[in-house]
């Protein structure tokens, strides 16, 4: 072995491939949570043996194929020179296919099993059942292949001794010593025969938990992206970068699904509070990713790990705020659990779209907060003549544009922006980001507003008129802004403003975003 495929779940010598198949545990619930609820290990043993049989089925549709293709590099037109890298590529990856026919036959939807059974995720009692699952997934698939192997012939370099102090082997010996003795005599068909990937884009499919992990969240809120300007936008959120966002609540498949055999009405629209209260009655109450008790969920880990020959790809989901010395302890007793791999996730580590709704209520009754009068902003109602000032870059469109951002006490007081162009706009030097936004007069009595900067040596460079070097019609939007900023509008309000704007000019619509 010198790697693992990118997820963790098969460890690789070089040229071998990574084959997965997983299983729908939740689908072998007989009358899901009720409490008749039971496990079909006849019809799982079934399906395994079938699963692994289609998987040694796919190694063969993979040799055809790599014959196919070192079948055309020996016909192309080019010298053996040229070829030969490529074909001694696939000479290696043939040979690697055919000694060892590795397969990855897993599962899916662990988390919902647990729940569908009527157990919570990381209690002993559920770590026992599921031990006992994978138990019967082993004995099955390694079952399977000692068949194939007596019908088709056992992997090239199959030899029982070599692997008779394994402890995976061992394990069988003890539970199937018939499987074992069966298994010296012809051999098996497949090196390894087991896995559990994290199934992210199955389990979507299946509308399941995924690998072994627990659910995410029974209920979630996610965004979509909106355009503010579309009839009936509703805008719950604006990006760094200025895009829309409406945030909707999600539910777990399985979770309406626990509604539905309970006889909770579906279809009404729950308050929060209602909603913290029908997962606290479910039996994914205190089972969640961010829930359930770390080290328990790596010693389940590990203890299911007992019964899979390649590993098992698994995240454990710490709050933003651990320490190191969790995370540390969390490692070694993945170590000591028997885990072949672990990944820590710590929430906020990573940006994305999925937020968190809160379930937890205040236990204490908070203080009523005083009401205070309204204030008015303090506005300087005459503009100094000269005002500080960041040069802002961004991309409207596929045009380059430029912002000049006055600054009163710190808060942005106007602003001036426009295309960088030399004849229709402004272009300055990249190195510029700071300068002063200067009120002259005319001598008609006019006024306008120049933009002045220091370059590296020193010297001062003014730049006249920068409300005429810009689009009239951008100008009348820049005041628009000039104008609520000075009144010190929160930003994220300003931006609210913009976003509501009804603008139909598509280069105005991206200019907001800027």
């Known amino acids: 072995t010198v790697s693992t495929n990118p997820c963790g779940e098969i460890p690789l010598c070089p040229y071998d491939s990574c084959r997965l198949l997983s299983i729908n545990l939740f689908s072998y619930v007989v009358n899901p949570f009720t409490k008749e609820a039971y496990f079909d290990y006849d019809l799982f043993r079934k399906h395994v043996a079938l699963a692994q ?16 293709i070192m079948d ?24 690697k296919s055919s000694k060892g026919r590795r397969t990855g036959v897993g599962i ?16 002993q009692e559920a770590t026992d059942f599921s031990v006992n699952v994978h138990k019967t997934l082993a004995l099955a698939a390694y079952g399977s292949s000692v068949v194939m192997a007596k019908e088709r012939g056992a992997f090239g370099v199959y030899d029982a001794k070599r692997e008779e102090n394994n402890p995976f082997i061992k394990r069988i010996k003890e539970a199937a010593p018939e499987l074992y003795e069966d298994m010296k005599k012809y051999g098996r068909r497949n090196i390894a025969c087991l ?12 509308q399941t938990t995924s690998g072994i992990e627990p659910v995410f969240l029974p209920v979630y809120k996610r965004r979509r992206k909106v355009n503010p300007g579309d009839q009936g936008a509703h805008v719950d959120f604006v990006d760094e ?87 540390n302890r969390l490692y070694v007793e993945a170590w000591r659990s028997g885990c072949k791999g672990c990944t820590i996730y710590r929430d906020g580590s990573r940006s994305g779209v999925m937020i968190q709704v809160n379930e937890k209520k205040k236990k204490t009754e908070e203080k009523p907060v005083e009401v205070v009068p309204c204030k008015h902003p303090e506005v300087t109602e005459v503009r100094p003549q000269t005002l ?7 991309q409207n469109n596929k045009e380059k544009w430029v912002a000049f951002v006055g600054l009163l006490d710190g808060y942005p007081y106007e602003i001036f922006t426009g295309l960088q ?72 309000h300003v931006i609210k403003l913009v976003s509501s704007l009804q603008l139909k000019s598509e280069s105005i619509n991206t200019w907001k975003n800027g």
């Open 53 to 68: 049989r289609i998987m040694d089925d796919i190694v063969d549709l993979e040799m055809e194929k790599i014959d196919l």
């Open 72 to 95: 055309k590099i020996r016909k192309d037109p080019q010298s053996q020179e040229v070829k030969s890298a490529e074909y001694h590529l696939w000479e290696k990856i043939q040979d």
């Open 108 to 123: 899916t939807a662990e988390g919902d099993m647990i729940a569908a059974m009527g157990l919570r995720y990381g209690t």
């Open 195 to 206: 896995t559990i990937a994290p199934t992210g884009t199955t389990s979507l499919m299946t």
């Open 241 to 327: 970068v200025g895009d829309s966002f409406e945030e909707y609540i999600v539910y777990h498949k399985k979770f309406l699904e626990w509604m539905k055999i309970n006889g909770i009405d579906t279809e009404k629209r729950y308050t929060q509070e209602e909603i913290d209260s029908l997962v606290e009655k479910s039996p994914y109450y205190k089972a969640t990713a961010n829930d359930v008790d770390w080290l328990m969920k790596v010693r389940m880990q590990g203890a299911i790990q007992k019964w899979v020959d390649h590993s098992i790809s698994v995240t454990v989901n710490l709050p933003n705020d651990v320490d190191e010395e969790l995370v």
């Open 388 to 394: 500080e000032c960041d040069v802002v870059r961004f």
């Open 421 to 492: 162009d030399d004849e229709e706009g402004i272009m300055l030097p990249k190195s510029v980001t700071k300068g002063k936004i200067i009120k002259q007069v005319n001598e008609n009595g006019t006024k306008r507003y120049d933009f002045q900067f220091e370059n590296k040596r020193g010297y001062k460079t003014t730049v006249e008129g920068l409300s005429e070097k810009f689009n009239p019609e951008y100008w009348n939007y820049a005041k628009l802004i000039s104008g609520v900023l000075r009144y010190r509008m929160p930003i994220d």
